[in-house]
């Protein structure tokens, strides 16, 4: 499960600008080619494992290459289920992620493999103007406050890319103030900034990390990181703002505090993200001499990546969607891993196993044997190289390394479709979040957000108009909304204390009614239970990931690779990103896919 099915916000790890004067690598590179890639196994089959397989077969088309999935079916997350509607009709209910953000500093590689796979024609967009992407919604304390959505550029530039104008319009504008003013979600809002301004806040001595919630905090004030963080939290991963990382969550901003306080003194974090002072204070650390670091090879290399995608079929595909806010396709994203599927199973050095488990990966005498169960008996297999897309936990029981385990939170999506349309209609939009300062009353259920599908996605669920000789098509008549229950609340609770589907649907019907009046019965209800789905990036991921970087190289010498949502991103983007980095490197030495973190390990020594 994707969790940005609100704000759709970007994990974007060490994502610094680097000068284009630097982009080459040096001769002091200490990166080399190693043994020729002849068999490659890939564990795990989700979107990331089978664009893992899709890259590697085209960039090495005389290797051998064994794609491993556990359960029965390809595509992990992301399904797209047809929920008859009716006789004839049916509505697409997201068992995943609902939507993909178009213009992501990662989207080009997804843009690359719309092309390739021919899914053109398959998408379906909204605009950035439009209503469902011009506003927003945060419940507190006991209704939906609309909140205009923006992307100016300190927001862009420090924090994400949000799906949404650069600039208001000035009922707009008139609009936030008016809210910021009355409404009692922004109470204290003005004061802290003022207070980051005026009294700018130092990151203590000797901290690595620290939780999003303590970082805002110290800037903004405690108010804003109840009422407006910890719902865009929620959003986000699913997480607790209290304990997830900033340094791995807000890379920009933990940088900027960092370098603005070495230069002046102070952390005058809010001034430092104006552009009349963000160039006098703020300048990347690359590192790039004779002999740059892994950690800037890596960005440099991936730069490159993006630069060169851009030139080509991706670039166009991305300029032709630059007015475009969140996009899918016409059956669902599950498209994007069935047109995956297809071209793999024509791909003639590929062989796709479904209901076969790696149990143990091990290296030995300078190849990987991987000890494989499936439905009949157990084998013994040999590669060359290894590529293991499956989530960080299994990796380390796979490899049987006692680095410390992960957080992962578990989600209730219940998708309810109503026959009477627009049952929303006084808070048209995307959807609204909850976050953590709202009355327990107004949220026993421990909901996390609620979707408006019929605005997010118009054009999914669409029928031939009923008109003799008129062949346009037409929206299907009714409501479909989403309500996701859970993460972080749900922590601590076995299987058996997670609710049933059938006390899914009515806590849903119960918060509907509650927040929004609706009373109907639902026509149809599709509920999805995601256990232990969503990795949390929390205090310290950076060090973790840098030191499970350096266990992979010491045990495996480089012939073990990672990628995948548990690293570097949580989102389809960052998930086919992370495929085609670690494919495109995969013939040099001492690489594992964690390049980024390398850095890490030299600063905690410090």
Known sequence: ????????????????????????????????????????????????????????????????????????????????????????????????????????????????????????ESL?????????????????????????????????????????????????????????????????????????????????????????????????????????????????????????????????????????????????????MLPSVKARHYQPDVRVGNDPSFAVQSRLREDDMIAQLRSGASGELETNLKDTSVFSFRRGIQELPSA????????????????????????????????????????????????????????????????????????MLVTLYFTTPFLNHSHRGFGYLIPNSVPAHQNPEHALGVVFDSDAMPDQDLVLSSVPGDNQKQQIPGTKITVVFGGHWWDGRSAAGLPTEAEGITMAQRLLQRHLGITEDPAACFVTLRENAIPQYEVGHCERMAEFRETLLDRFQGRLRVAGASYRGIGVHDCLFSARSVVEALGVERLTGLECFADEVTKGRE
Not at 98 to 110: I, K, Y
Not at 365 to 389: C, K, M, P, W, Y
Not at 400 to 409: D, F, G, I, Q
Request: overall charge positive; hydrophobic content about 40%; some cysteine.
């Open 340 to 411: 995956l599927e297809a071209a793999l199973r024509t791909a003639e050095n590929v062989q796709m196993h479904t209901k076969t488990s790696v149990e143990k990966i091990a290296h030995r005498n300078g190849v990987l044997e991987l000890s494989v169960l499936d439905q009949n008996n157990a084998t013994t297999r040999h590669f060359t190289h290894v590529i293991a897309t499956a989530p960080y936990n299994h990796v380390l029981s796979m490899t049987n390394l006692h680095n410390p385990p992960m957080s992962s939170v578990s989600v």
């Open 1 to 120: 499960m994707h969790p940005r099915w609100l704000y759709q916000q970007h994990i974007f790890l060490y994502n610094a600008r680097v000068p284009s004067g630097r982009r080459s690598l040096t001769s002091g590179s200490p990166l080399r080619s190693q043994q020729p890639v002849e068999k490659i196994a890939i564990v795990g089959g989700g979107i990331t494992g089978l664009a893992t397989a899709y890259y590697a077969s085209k960039r090495y088309p005389s290797a051998s290459i064994s794609l491993f999935e556990s359960s029965s079916r390809f595509g992990g997350v992301i399904e797209s289920a047809h929920v008859p509607i009716g006789r004839d009709n049916t509505v697409v209910c997201e068992r995943g992620p609902r939507t993909l953000r178009a213009n992501a500093p990662r989207a080009p590689v997804m843009y690359d493999l719309i092309d390739a796979l021919g899914l053109r």
């Open 124 to 272: 379906i967009t909204v605009p950035k103007n439009s209503r469902t992407c011009s506003t927003r919604y945060i419940l507190y304390p006991d209704h939906p406050v609309a909140i205009p959505a923006f992307n100016p550029a300190p927001v862009r530039r420090y924090i994400a890319t949000i799906p949404a104008p650069s600039t208001l319009r000035g009922w707009q504008l008139a609009r936030l103030l008016y809210l910021i003013v009355t409404e009692p979600l922004f109470s204290g809002l003005l004061a802290g900034l003022f207070r980051s301004v005026l009294f700018p806040s130092s990151r203590p001595s000797g901290i690595q990390d620290e939780s999003v919630g303590s970082f805002l905090s110290r800037h903004f004030g405690r108010r804003l990181v109840d009422n407006l963080a910890s719902a865009i939290a929620h959003g986000l991963n699913a997480g607790d703002v209290h304990r997830i990382s900033a340094k791995a969550l807000l890379p920009s901003l933990w940088e900027l505090e960092t370098r603005v306080k070495k230069r002046t003194g102070r952390a005058g974090l809010l001034r430092a």
